[in-house]
Antibody, heavy 127, light 107 residues
Framework: EVQLVESGGGLVKPGGSLRLSCAAS????????MSWVRQAPGKGLEWVGR??????????DYAAPVKGRFTISRDDSKNTLNLQMNSLKTEDTAVYYC??????????????????WGKGTTVTVSS | DIQMTQSPSSLSASVGDRVTITCRAS??????LNWYQQKPGKAPHLLIY???SLQSGVPSRFSGSGSGTDFTLTISGLQPEDFATYYC?????????FGPGTKVDIE
């Protein structure tokens, strides 16, 4: 069974740091592109960023509100995706989901979509 | 960056109704458009990718159409388990913006 399990959420003060992890199982994690999506309380979904597989250069991309403060990384030996969050702001309060980025299509550019999601972990930034 | 809008923001419907949700992109995204369903307290769930391709396991009462800037998600014969919030997402370029969501509740 394909499964993603996030951990590491909690309460942190503004300006603080937190590291989220996402444990993957049931699929070839080393070949997978992965993404983080967040959802503030009572709000919609917000794409946070993405990391490609090592084969594809392990490139990362971020949404503007988190660029320069958040870092996505992966440990293929442990099938784990990470999100290092620094200089946290109250507006970063949200449920954070990790997701497997799947691709469809016979030629580039492929159709990318978020196929499998974890249950999420809650981050609260408050003094 | 591409901006996504959805209409309506919410709607009330009855079991058996045909429901249509619209998603619009701020520029052409060809058919690089996904639809997700989210129930309260749960993670989102993929319904449709590439504007009209039904994800495996998703009931055939869900369908998607559109290309360019205008897209629709249609639920033909609303079921009790379909009351949820629906989001579109463009996968044409980075950042992969989501629409603001459309909440479907019971009339």
């Amino acid at each position: 069974e394909v499964q993603l399990v996030e951990s590491g959420g909690g309460l942190v003060k503004p300006g603080g740091s937190l590291r989220l992890s996402c444990a993957a199982s049931g699929f070839s994690f080393r070949n997978a592109w992965m993404s983080w999506v967040r959802q503030a309380p009572g709000k919609g979904l917000e794409w946070v960023g993405r990391i490609k597989s090592k084969t594809d250069g392990e490139t990362t991309d971020y949404a503007a509100p988190v660029k320069g403060r958040f870092t996505i990384s992966r440990d293929d030996s442990k099938n784990t995706l990470n999100l290092q969050m620094n200089s946290l702001k109250t507006e970063d309060t949200a449920v954070y989901y990790c997701s497997w980025v799947a691709a469809a299509g016979s030629r580039r550019p492929y159709y990318y979509y978020l196929d499998v999601w974890g249950k999420g972990t809650t981050v609260t930034v408050s003094s | 960056d591409i901006q996504m809008t959805q209409s309506p923001s919410s709607l009330s419907a009855s079991v058996g109704d045909r429901v249509t949700i619209t998603c619009r992109a701020s520029q052409s995204i060809s058919n690089y458009l996904n639809w997700y369903q989210q129930k309260p307290g749960k993670a989102p769930h993929l319904l449709i990718y590439a504007a009209s391709s039904l994800q495996s396991g998703v009931p055939s009462r869900f369908s998607g159409s559109g290309s360019g800037t205008d897209f629709t998600l249609t639920i033909s014969g609303l079921q009790p388990e379909d009351f949820a919030t629906y989001y579109c997402q463009q996968s044409y370029s980075l950042p992969r913006a989501f629409g603001p969501g459309t909440k479907v509740d019971i009339e």
